[in-house]
């Protein structure tokens, strides 16, 4: 057992992690809420004895409710006590006697025995059309997220896992070797340890756009690589800085799905993540895909009537909101008559 001859100026640090996890503990019995919930994950992965020392503390305590239900056991009275049929209020040692209790054991407990009193904190952040949304996430990685989007995130001792459901992300990782930032999107899992890379899900398919180190790109399910080796090597192939992959869902239709792979200039990098500054930017698009993106950021929709006006090529910088722009633009140069309803504005060729 611990002696208690310590000054505050020379308190051992084992005293401190027990002062704090008996603290967390306190707060777990209450009910934490989502910041508190963060704090504390934070807190059990910045030392494995964190970890240890909440699951012993937590043992010791669930022993003395235990001893706690057995002594307080009634014996049979000739009439019912009405504070026996109150609900019971489960009592805490002191604090002073727990810590001095975990001295001698604290060491022995293992992470495992903390996991299984803890739930994993699952947090979930979304967008609206035309919004956008910059989320620290409790590692210290930052995720942008585009337009209509949104993401599940869920953070243990081992992985760091996000699902988006739908829509962009751009997301820039800290690096942590022992535990992969693993980024879901459909069928395809993107694997990174530290890196710079954009995930884009839409219902043709996942493009992956890597902008800083390096990422696996795998098949969720089947845990092989979407990307074609180029040596025919056992090494699964890595997307790099400046490489886009694309998965079309139909590719899952064919066994093994495989990826295309090409080159992005930096030009075609900056036009990619325009979306970051608010901005959509063209080099030679057809008029066709103008459309589809000004529609991924507005709740009134390009229609395009006539056909032969779709493959129109443009080239341009426009704000992500700036429809009316794209439409004088039409009206102005390229003989394009817009009929403006409810909600939503069809372009054709003017007769």
């Known amino acids: 057992m611990k002696s208690n001859s310590s000054t505050s100026g020379d308190t051992p640090k084992a005293e401190h992690i027990e002062a704090a996890a008996a603290a967390w503990l306190s707060l777990r019995d209450r009910g934490m809420n989502a910041g508190e919930t963060t704090q504390f994950m934070q807190w059990m992965q910045q030392d494995p004895q964190h970890a240890i020392v909440f699951a012993d503390l937590d043992r010791v305590w669930q022993d003395f409710d235990r001893l706690g239900a057995v002594s307080a056991r009634p014996t049979v009275a000739a009439s019912p006590d009405p504070d026996l049929l109150a609900p019971r209020v489960r009592s805490r040692p002191h ?72 829509g962009e992300v751009f997301f820039h990782v800290t690096k942590d070797p022992a535990r992969p930032f693993i980024v879901t999107a459909g069928p395809v899992a993107v694997r990174a340890v530290g890196t710079a890379f954009n995930v884009r899900h839409d219902p043709t398919g996942i493009e992956v756009l890597v902008t800083e180190g390096q990422v696996q790109v795998r098949d969720e399910d089947k845990g ?45 990098v900056q036009r990619a993540l325009a979306w970051q500054e608010r901005r959509l930017e063209f080099d030679a698009a057809s008029l066709a895909a103008v459309v589809r993106e000004f529609n991924r950021y507005n709740r009134t929709r390009l229609v395009i009537v006539d056909e032969q006006l779709a493959a129109k090529r443009f080239n341009g910088t426009f704000r992500a909101d700036g429809y009316e722009s794209l439409v004088r633009l039409l009206e102005t140069d390229f003989g394009v008559t817009a009929t403006r309803s409810e909600g939503v504005i069809e372009l054709r060729v003017r007769r």
């Open 224 to 268: 092989l690589s979407l990307l074609a080796s180029t040596d025919g090597g056992p090494v699964a192939p890595l997307l790099v800085a400046g490489e886009r992959a694309l998965v079309p869902v139909r590719a899952f239709d064919s066994v093994p799905a495989v990826a295309s792979v090409a080159k992005v200039t930096d030009s075609g």
């Open 95 to 166: 604090r002073s006697l727990v810590w001095g209790l975990l001295g001698a054991t604290a060491a022995a407990a293992i992470l495992l025995l903390a996991a299984a009193h803890l739930r994993t904190p699952r947090h979930t952040a979304e967008t609206a059309v035309g919004a956008f949304q910059k989320l620290d996430l409790p590692d210290g990685t930052v995720a942008q997220l585009n337009t209509n989007s949104a993401i599940d995130i869920a953070f243990t001792a081992n992985a760091r896992r996000v699902r988006l459901v739908r």
